[in-house]
């Protein structure tokens, strides 16, 4: 038996969380907390509290995962956030996201695949930079290293590439140039030898 011992309205009346003796709690929206009788039972049956957090709330929790996955692609790391901030538990968030890795909506390996071909065709930038963007959307860090690795990325290529279109008219005598040429390069976190190489192959002219 789960006794109830808290109720608390959220969202303007949209959402209500309840909470137990055991320090549990769910958040379940206002129609089911009102068809389910939430708000004057006393406490809950471990049959009816199976069904509300198994059915109701799992039910919930994919509907506001297929929504901002349908709007465009996400990572497992993405969807988890989103559905922490709508106030779902771990276990449901779990289990929602196993759910769409099997329906093959989420696969993290896929995603930074085509990322990383996204970005290198239209915006090029340094492997740590990658990286550093991947991570911010909550992928595995093994992920993101196998997806770096098997692309095969070579930064030279890309400094160069980079410089051609935003420096080509750069005066590489002119120290201040120089400066902040090292400078926008070591900002996009590309590797400092690659930097100084770039700079000591354009002096010498090999472009």
């Not at 497992?76 to 538990?89: A, M, N």
């Not at 695949?113 to 996204?118: H, L, N, Q, T, V």
């Not at 770039?198 to 472009?207: F, P, V």
């Amino acid at each position: 038996m789960c006794k109830i011992t808290c109720r608390e309205e959220l969202d303007n009346g949209k959402r209500y969380r309840v909470r137990f003796n055991d320090e549990k709690f769910i958040e379940i929206n206002a129609e089911d907390y009102f068809r389910l009788y939430l708000y004057e039972k006393e406490s809950l049956t471990k049959e009816e509290y199976d069904h509300i957090t198994e059915k109701i709330i799992f039910s919930q929790a994919k509907k506001k995962a297929i929504d901002y996955i349908s709007f465009k692609k996400r990572t497992t790391g993405e969807v988890r956030k989103k559905l922490e901030e709508s106030g779902f538990q771990g276990d449901i968030i779990d289990h929602t996201i196993l759910y769409y890795e099997k329906e093959e909506y989420l696969d993290d390996e896929k995603y930074c695949e085509k990322f990383i071909a996204e970005k290198r065709k239209l915006k090029p930038c340094s492997k740590k930079e990658m990286v550093y963007m991947l991570s911010q959307k909550g992928v595995n860090d093994a992920i993101i290293q196998k997806a770096i690795e098997n692309a095969g990325i070579d930064e030279t290529e890309v400094i160069k590439s980079i410089y051609n279109k935003k420096f080509k008219n750069a005066d590489l005598n002119n120290y201040k140039d120089t400066v902040k040429i090292m400078r926008y390069f070591a900002n996009k976190r590309f590797e400092p030898e690659s930097i100084e190489n770039l700079i000591l192959y354009l002096k010498e002219g090999i472009t």
